[in-house]
């Protein structure tokens, strides 16, 4: 009897360590790939009804995946950009959810406006719904800002759908400068 017990022990934790392995395995694999574009019929599906913005067909986006995956991501994408997003998260507002963004401008000129994309997250750091159809992400953009170089603005955006997403992961994808230049994701 004791024998049977044993082999049932060790062939569980074979088949634990076998799962385990494999598991990691294909998340990583997944994750090799963390970048995919936005195709017009994820951009139609994604626009459906009255949902908050989102990004425009061509527009690269990040897969869903933890958070800690994530910011390491975005940390490489980021880190050349004249505007980035040092803290972002979903707060509730006077008129309910709002994305709050805190940018710092790390260019050489005065920003005016500019666009991105945020990714939302639950206190876990699991992937969330961010808009009405299901996506964990939005389009936000600011207008008529003015943000020196080397300075520190606040973007407030309402939002409607982020169920229990409250962590965010923020990229700026396109910034207009005073002096008439763009800057562009490639």
């Not at 574009?37 to 913005?53: F, S, Y």
Request: aromatic share 6%.
């Amino acid at each position: 009897m004791v024998k049977w017990i044993l082999i049932a022990v060790l062939t569980l934790v074979v088949g634990l360590a076998a799962g385990f392995f494999i598991g990691r395995y294909t998340l990583e694999r997944q994750w090799r790939q963390p970048v995919m574009m936005v195709t017009p019929e994820m951009e139609k599906r994604a626009q459906a009804g009255d949902a908050d913005p989102t990004p425009k067909a061509g527009s690269r986006i990040l897969i869903p995946m933890p958070l800690e995956r994530t910011r390491l991501v975005a940390r490489d994408i980021v880190k050349k950009d004249p505007l980035v997003a040092i803290v972002s998260t979903v707060g509730n507002g006077e008129d309910g959810s709002e994305l709050h963004l805190r940018v710092e401008n790390r260019g050489t000129c005065k920003v005016v406006g500019y666009e991105g994309i945020a990714y939302g997250f639950d206190a876990y750091g699991v992937p969330q719904k961010m808009n009405k159809n299901g996506e964990h992400y939005l389009a936000f953009k600011a207008e008529k800002v003015a943000i020196e170089p080397k300075g520190i603005a606040q973007l407030e955006s309402k939002m409607r759908y982020p169920e229990t997403a409250s962590l965010v992961v923020a990229h700026i994808d396109r910034v207009d400068c005073e002096s008439g230049n763009r800057w562009a994701r490639q």
